[in-house]
C-alpha cells in the first residue's frame, strides 16, 4: 500500500513567485494534515482537512496560503507571493479514523521549500 | 495549550551504549504522547506512542518510553545503540480526542559513533 506522497520533493523559487506543493494521501484516510519546519525550529501544524472540510487552519501563518482538497483526495498548498520567511520543510500526514486520537498518523518525506 | 519540550538538540553516543532521549510535556487534558523519528533523506516515521494503555511502551527497532505522570516525562531509550539508530528524533503530544493537532518538540539528533 502507498504511503503518504508528496511533490514536488524539492522546489527553489525566487521570491515573489508561487508555488504549489501537492499531496496524495494513503487511500481510504479522511484526516489530512499539513505541518512545516523552517530551519532549526519545531515542526509546526498548519492545517487539518477532513475529507474536504477544514476542520482547523489555525496554523496558517497569513493569507499568502491557501490549502485546498477537492473531493476529499488529494491536497494542495499554494503559497503565493512567496517570500523568503516562507523557506521549510512541508509535510503532509494522514490518518484513517475521524475523532479518534489515538490513531497513527501517517507522515509523508516532506516537500523541501526553499525561497532566494 | 499543550508543549513539549526536548531537552539537547544533540546527543552522541558510543555504538553498543544506552541512548536516552528526553521529552517534558504540559498538558492542560490527559496526554496521547508519540515519538517519531526521521532518518536522513525520509519522512517521519512514527517510533511508539502512548494512549493512555500501558505506561510502558515499546515501539520498533528496540526502543521504548515511559510515560510518568508525575513528572510529565515520556523519555525514549534504547539499552544497545547502533549506528542506524542516527536520526533526527521528536516527542510530539495529543489532546484526547480526535480534533487536536498533534504538537511536537524541536528534535533532538543522535549521533551515534563507532
Known amino acids: 500500500e502507498a504511503g503518504v506522497t508528496q511533490f514536488p520533493s524539492h522546489s527553489v523559487i525566487e521570491k515573489g513567485q508561487t508555488v504549489t506543493l501537492r499531496c496524495d494521501p494513503i487511500?481510504?484516510?479522511?484526516?489530512l494534515y499539513w505541518y512545516r519546519r523552517v530551519m532549526g525550529k519545531e515542526i509546526k501544524f498548519l492545517l487539518h482537512?477532513?475529507?474536504?472540510?477544514?476542520?482547523?487552519e489555525s496554523g496558517m501563518p497569513n493569507n499568502r496560503f491557501l490549502a485546498e482538497r477537492t473531493g476529499g483526495t488529494y491536497s494542495t498548498l499554494k503559497v503565493q507571493p512567496a517570500e523568503l520567511e516562507d523557506s521549510g520543510v512541508y509535510f503532509c500526514?494522514?490518518?484513517?479514523?475521524?475523532?479518534?486520537?489515538?490513531?497513527?498518523?501517517?507522515f509523508g518525506e516532506g516537500s523541501w521549500l526553499t525561497v532566494v | 495549550a499543550q508543549s513539549v519540550t526536548q531537552l539537547g538538540s544533540h546527543v552522541s553516543v558510543s555504538e553498543g551504549a544506552l541512548v536516552l532521549l528526553r521529552c517534558n510535556y504540559s498538558s492542560s487534558v490527559p496526554p496521547y504522547l508519540f515519538w517519531y523519528v526521521q532518518y536522513p533523506n525520509q519522512g517521519l516515521q512514527l517510533l511508539l506512542k502512548y494512549t493512555s494503555a500501558a505506561t510502558l511502551v515499546k515501539g520498533i527497532n528496540g526502543f521504548e518510553a515511559e510515560f510518568k505522570k508525575s513528572e510529565t516525562s515520556f523519555h525514549l531509550t534504547k539499552p544497545s545503540a547502533h549506528m542506524s539508530d542516527a536520526a533526527e528524533y521528536f516527542c510530539?503530544?495529543?489532546?484526547?480526542?480526535?480534533?487536536?493537532?498533534?504538537?511536537f518538540g524541536t528534535g533532538t539528533r543522535l549521533l551515534v559513533s563507532p
Open positions: 510530539a503530544v495529543r489532546g484526547p480526542t480526535g480534533f487536536q493537532k498533534l504538537v
Open positions: 487511500s481510504g484516510h479522511d484526516n
Open positions: 482537512f477532513v475529507k474536504e472540510s477544514k476542520q482547523d
Open positions: 500526514a494522514s490518518s484513517q479514523q475521524f475523532g479518534s486520537a489515538g490513531n497513527t498518523i501517517y
